[in-house]
């Protein structure tokens, strides 16, 4: 009985034994488990699932608790790269740098230097106790200078630096700083994937800021966020240094343009700034049209580079004839050519006159009525000269009659007694060669269309109607036509129909260089908007002959600066400029016939931008009083 009892307690206690083990192995496998799984979901990346896993097995525990602050490492690593990789704005950058960083280890305040070429270090951001500082980042370090600055040291050491400063150095190194106190100071190096020193991020925290291990991990960790900032820092930097320099390559060929013709100096480089002043005016407006219009940042970049560009294509544009201020001038005013028939024909007819006094013997009234006679052929061809001359100007239309009065003087002929075919260019020789040579000496009339003043147009110069551009314009049958009397009949202004097909063929050429370029993918409207400022919301402007529905609002405003800052331009050979009333005047008109857009040329009164480019670009004689409220559209609010 003693033995079958002992078996059957043994057996019992087995069993509770067996069962009380049961329970624990399964309480220590779901830890284990648990654990397991967030193994899993660590390997995935997957930090979203909560997780706990503590144990009442004191070694589980803590490798649960180790695991748990794995995963926030790793997370938090995470999401300060992406963080970082994800901000494009430098400050913002090395402000999220600078806020994470404190956030993470717990630091008082941090500071960001930039390193440069010389070596030293440029204070670039700074925060303390939780909000951006005034007044810091602090001057440059140099070498040679700070050495003794934590952040100098870590540079020139490149490894990292624990240390304390005393109120005497914060006062040193920082004196617009208000809190002058003991700080310990923790300085890291900011190294690039070539091992070149991008930076140093220096940590401020108080002296007694923790146990010697638990400083140990804040530098661990911080030394392995700093090669993803030095990273992107450098990667930022880079990008905003490319861009800097894209915006300066821009504005260089603006200005070289400008330069090239000093009748149009200036345009490229104040239509963007009436560009930009159109565009702040449609972000303030509260209602109308323009109650939805928001810009970003990468579209207010997209704006300032097309109205840099807008007029790019005037580089292929010949000087000569961007700058043409009357008919007759090609590279230099060919009036000068015809004032010396003029004098050949004068001295030709007191040749002749004196001839004939000495061959025939004339004196006495004969004599005097003979010179008369020249005398008054010289004040004919005086005057006749002379409305050459004012016909040449252009600045008045012409009629029918001195159109037709130009072509009876051109009927005038003097003799031509040297070889007009040497000393020439081969391409000018080629076309005076269109004709046989006349045997000198040769009387020609005082004016002429002559075939050699016509220059063909090459297949490179023609453009299909099936264009890859979408052009839709009229290409003369000559690329030149320089003769005299055409040129000199020239109704209005100094332009041919080939020369003005030339200068506004300068928006064909803007839109063919604008679309070879590769522009990242936020610039890629920039050849719409530069390439539409001569469009008229009724189909037709060129190069396009687009519709107002067809364009987008910044190339109607691009449209809408061009033509004002033209018109009130004080540098122009072929016009006065004109006053800000005159100005208004003639673009509402131009509104009212749908060249330009309404609501665009409304908001540029609403919004007083007129006034503000007056003041500043305008002579002071050419702004005079304007009553615009007479002009304006529906009513709507600029705030």
Known sequence: RLRGMMLL????????????????????????????????????????????????????????????????????????????????????????????????????????????????????????????????????????????????????????????????????????????????VLAIPLENRQGDLVGVLMLSQDPDSGPEAEQADVLAFVEAVSGTAAVAIETNRLIEEQRRLMLAIIELLAGAIDAKSPYTSGHCQRVPVLMEMLAEAAEHASDGPFADFHLSAEQWEEIHVAGWLHDCGKVTSPEYVIDKATKLETIYDRLHEVRMRFEVIKREAEAACWREIAESGLSGDRRIERLERLHALWRTLDEEFAFIASANIGGESMSQEQVARVREIGRRTWTRTLDDRIGISHEEAARKARLPAPVLPTVEPLLADRPDHVIQRGDQDRIAPDNPWGFKVDVPELLYNRGEIYNLTVTRGTLTEEERFKINGHMIETIRMLMRLPFPRHLRNVPEIAGGHHEKMDGTGYPKRLRRDEMSLPARMMAVADIFEALTAADRPYKKAKSLSESIAIMARMRDNAHIDPDVFDLFLRSGAYRRYAERFMQPDQIDAIEVESLFGDLYEIS
């Open 9 to 184: 307690i043994g057996l019992c206690a087995l069993t509770v034994a067996t069962v009380i083990a049961l329970a624990i192995a399964r309480l220590i496998a779901r830890s284990l488990n648990r654990l397991t799984q967030a193994a899993r979901d660590f390997n995935a990346l997957k930090f979203d699932r909560p997780f706990d896993a503590h144990s009442f097995v004191i070694e589980i525990d803590r490798l649960a608790v180790a695991m748990g602050a794995m995963k926030n490492t790793i997370s938090r690593l995470l999401a300060i790269g992406a963080l970082l990789g994800g901000e494009r704005r430098f400050d913002r950058l090395l402000d999220e740098i600078v806020a994470e960083t404190i956030n993470v280890t717990g630091a008082r305040g941090g500071i960001v230097y930039l390193a440069e070429p010389d070596g030293s270090l440029t204070g670039a951001l700074a925060r303390f106790d939780g909000r951006p500082l005034g007044g810091l980042p602090p001057p440059a370090l140099r070498p040679g200078e700070n050495d003794d600055h934590p952040a100098m040291r870590a540079a020139l050491a490149r490894d990292s630096v624990q240390t304390e400063v005393t109120p005497e150095q914060v006062a040193r190194w920082y004196p617009n700083f208000a809190q002058r106190q003991h700080f310990g």
